[in-house]
């Protein structure tokens, strides 16, 4: 339980500083034990900048006191000294970087209360310590310079009978006239990875789901827009795919893929609930812009590095989804916000065309920067002849605010340092504009550290809020030219492999859909692809090239399974016999399909074989869904024997269809007769039949020529013996 707080004498506090070697002269890491059982901070300055008064105003510290130990640390005193007068950006920067107790010399003691707590183990407290400001001596500080003050704070503590102290030190700017104010713009991120590829209602995963629900990261970070005060000015960054996805989800109609088939997705009341409150801090925060990236946020430089293109538009339906989901809200679509805030002249050139008129950019991607820093807008004129306006963040103020909102830094407590630097750019060169982002894939652990540094930046006695929008068309802010935008600047790429995926895809794409019979067929297959596409280019991949390279995958796979399942089915046996020279081929195609496709199947020989002479000529077929038809195809032999042949089925644009190499070897064997061939077997015939007329010629000629018979003998005349004796 916090004791009430006891008065420092002033003399105790001068000899605590000026107690030698121990203190004074060195750095807190080496006054401190190597293991300090305590840390201290100070984690709020209110005012962050004091008001212009002689009447003396209350300032308040408040320090956090962590124990690290498993035992409790009393805290005895906690005292402060204002530090010497900061009067430029390298002694600001040098502070900041190596702190050091204040000179013993120039020391200013505070007659300020302090805290005699403890500290319960394992657990940390808020202390406060109450001084006064004014710009005459007082018994508090005297703000008598313009400059930063630095505050030096010393907590004596006692922990396991050791007695010991910490240090820290805080920044507040000191003003001893009114200031001009600077005008500030913030751009605040409601940005995720896209979540879906094809289709609408199909997510990739269910994790949005949480990202929005209480304690998830955007809704911690809408927390934010609704918990700054509504007469504070913000440009809120969103992407329309975004918000169609939870419009999607807050329908009750949507599912996710897990590795056992699709599932209900769970996210719809939390989506709805989101989307209810993104529409009430738009109704309650009048001042606040709300802005669209072109469709999935793409990596537009990188794209426009690798020669491909983005589109910003939505398809109707989406279009009306994302309308309905904002309440009849139209977002503007003004202001660009690339990822890496740089971009080469060509990427400028796109957004332009697009309808981009102010691009945010860092200083580091300009060359010919100028110092001091001039204000933000620069205007520019794009390669294409168009004029627009650069916003230009600083890289020292982005990196700060960066280390705030880290939810693994120290938050609030290099606010006062944020502050310190942009109060002491007004006091040096007077009030500027200025434009802060955070990073565009921030978290925040705590929503009340973002917002404490929004409004310490945007409503102070050095600085005013405005949008980035009615900054371009504020008169009053001066333009500056802060040179051209750098070509060897080292910008975040999408993966080689993956462009070459999603080059491929939207190459192949035109040719693929022409062999659907109606069109209206082609027109429904292609319609979600363009868009898949694009949330495979999307900025929030740029440093998860692994899941990138998943979805451009899959978009390949969809196109060849689609290509393969068109192909020539290869005979049984593998080979045809043709008897005649002109001759059609029987070719089996099948379509896997449920849809009408028109085909061309073209036969060539391979390697140039002599045996078939027909030209490169694909025949056109149209192809019932699901079926499997034997077309024929015109074949000109010029040989008999075998013939090796290729088909091939194509797209009526030519995209080869089938799997793998696309080509499917025939063999035919021709028994077909050639025109020597028919010569040879006309002479043949006619000589047979020659061969067969002088045949029957000689048989007659040898029947005439043959000898009569012979005539038969006559008859003996009879004789007796009797006549003789």
Not at 301 to 320: H, N
């Amino acid at each position: 339980m916090r004791k009430p707080f006891s008065r420092v004498a002033v003399p105790l506090l001068v000899a605590a500083l000026t107690a030698g070697p121990a203190l004074i002269g060195t750095t807190p890491a080496q006054a401190q034990p190597a293991a300090p059982p305590l840390s201290m901070s100070v984690i709020d300055v209110s005012p962050n900048t004091p008001d212009v008064t002689t009447k003396p105003r209350p300032l308040t510290f408040t320090i956090q006191l962590v124990n690290h130990t498993a035992a409790p640390v009393h805290i005895s005193t906690i005292s402060v000294a204002r530090g010497d007068p900061i009067g430029s950006t390298d002694a600001l920067n040098s502070a900041i970087s190596k702190p050091t107790a204040p000179s013993s010399q120039l020391v200013s003691p505070l007659s300020a209360t302090a805290d005699d707590v403890t500290v319960p183990a394992k657990n940390s407290i808020d202390a406060t310590i109450k001084t006064t400001t004014a710009t005459v001596a007082h018994d508090g500080v005297c703000l008598c310079h313009d400059a930063i003050y630095p505050f030096w704070f010393i907590g004596s503590y006692t922990a396991d009978g050791t007695s010991g102290e910490i240090t820290t030190q805080t920044f507040v700017p000191s003003f001893t006239k009114s200031p001009g104010k600077s005008k500030v713009s913030w751009l605040w991120p409601l940005l995720d990875r896209p979540h879906r590829l094809l289709r609408s209602e199909v997510f990739l995963d269910d994790v949005l789901a949480g990202e929005v629900s209480p304690g998830g990261r955007l809704y911690r970070l809408l927390q934010v827009v609704q918990q700054v005060s509504a007469d504070v000015p913000m440009t809120v960054v969103t992407d329309p795919d975004l918000i169609d996805e939870l419009a999607v989800m807050a329908g009750g109609h949507y599912f996710v893929n897990t590795p056992h088939g699709k599932v209900p997705g769970t996210g719809s009341a939390a989506a709805r609930q989101w989307l209810a409150t993104l529409r009430h801090v738009l109704r309650d925060h009048p001042l606040v812009r709300l802005v669209f990236t072109p469709f999935a946020d793409p990596a537009v430089d990188s794209l426009t590095r690798a020669g491909m293109s983005w589109s910003v538009g939505l398809d109707p339906q989406a279009r009306q989804r994302v309308t309905d989901a904002l309440g009849g809200r139209t977002p503007l679509s003004d202001v660009a916000w690339p990822a890496g805030r740089s971009l080469s002249p060509g990427t400028l050139s796109q957004l332009v065309l697009q309808g981009a008129n102010t691009v945010v950019v860092g200083d580091s991607a300009l060359t010919g920067e100028v110092s001091p820093a001039p204000n933000a807008l620069a205007p520019v004129t794009t390669t294409a002849g168009s004029p627009a306006t650069l916003a230009v963040t600083s890289t020292d103020i982005q990196r700060s605010v960066a280390q705030i909102l880290d939810p693994s830094g120290d938050g609030l407590t290099l606010l006062p340092e944020l502050v310190a630097r942009l109060a002491l750019r007004n006091m040096l060169d007077g009030p500027r504009y200025l434009v802060i982002t955070p990073p565009r894939e921030l978290d925040v652990a705590d929503p009340a550290v973002a917002v404490r540094t929004i409004e310490a930046t945007a409503h102070s006695t050095w600085s005013s809020p405005i949008t980035v929008e009615d900054a371009v068309t504020d008169e009053s802010i001066a333009r500056a030219a802060r040179g051209r935008l750098s070509t060897t600047v080292r910008r975040p790429q999408l993966g080689p492999h993956l462009l070459a995926d999603l080059r491929a895809v939207s190459g192949e794409l035109p040719l693929l859909i022409t062999f659907f019979h109606d069109s209206a067929v082609g027109t429904h297959f292609a319609a979600p692809v363009p868009a898949a596409v694009q949330r495979a280019e999307s900025s929030s991949l740029l440093g998860d090239h692994a899941r990138a390279s998943t979805m451009g995958e899959r978009l390949v796979q969809m196109i060849n399974r689609t290509r393969g399942a068109v192909y020539i089915q290869r005979p049984t046996n593998g080979t045809y016999t043709l008897t005649s020279k002109d001759s059609l081929l029987p070719i089996t195609v099948v379509n896997r399909l449920g849809a009408e496709i028109d085909v061309q199947v073209s036969i060539d020989a391979t390697d140039g074989d002599a045996g078939l002479s027909n030209p490169n000529t694909d025949y056109p077929f149209t192809i019932k869904p699901n079926s499997k038809v034997q077309v024929h195809v015109p074949l000109h032999l010029t040989r008999v024997g075998r013939i090796q042949l290729i088909a091939r089925v194509r797209t009526p644009a030519g995209l080869p269809l089938g799997y793998g190499k696309r080509e499917t070897p025939l063999s035919v064997r021709s028994t077909a007769i050639g025109t020597i061939g028919v010569i040879i077997t006309i002479l043949a015939a006619i000589a047979l039949v020659l061969a067969v007329i002088l045949r029957q010629v000689r048989r007659i000629r040898r029947r005439n020529h043959t000898a009569p018979p012979e005539e038969p003998m006559p008859p003996v005349a009879a004789t007796t013996a009797s006549g003789v004796q």
